[in-house]
């Protein structure tokens, strides 16, 4: 599993598109109090980009359906990121998340749903989508 952050790394840090985005996928498990992986980063020693974007993809896991679980509520979410503040996610950057209106999770759950539906669609088509470009197979 610890490996999955150094094989995205390996994959978009020659994307000229993508190879911006390389570092974050790189240390998105970084854990803000040091515990994290792959370079045991700690606090602002992990891009601000990366400590967002594991807020992000945490809640992703815990909203999405996995093959072993289902989903849980965005309010499941919402109160493991809040319990793993300071720990596991730098506290300003949750504290900023919390923050999102209760009234927009709604919107989010529903673009979640399309952004899967899609990426499942695209997987079974063999191709992959650039944002603004259509699909590249």
Known sequence: ???????????????????????????HHERYDGGGYPRGLKGDEILLSARIFAVADTLDAITSDRPYRRASSFESGRETIRHLSGSQFDPRVVSVFLCIPEATWPTIARNQRQAVTLSSELRAQGGILRMGLGTIP
């Open 1 to 27: 599993m610890q490996r999955h952050a150094q094989i995205g790394f390996d994959l978009v840090k020659d994307i000229a598109f993508l190879a911006d985005a390389a570092e974050i996928v790189l240390t």
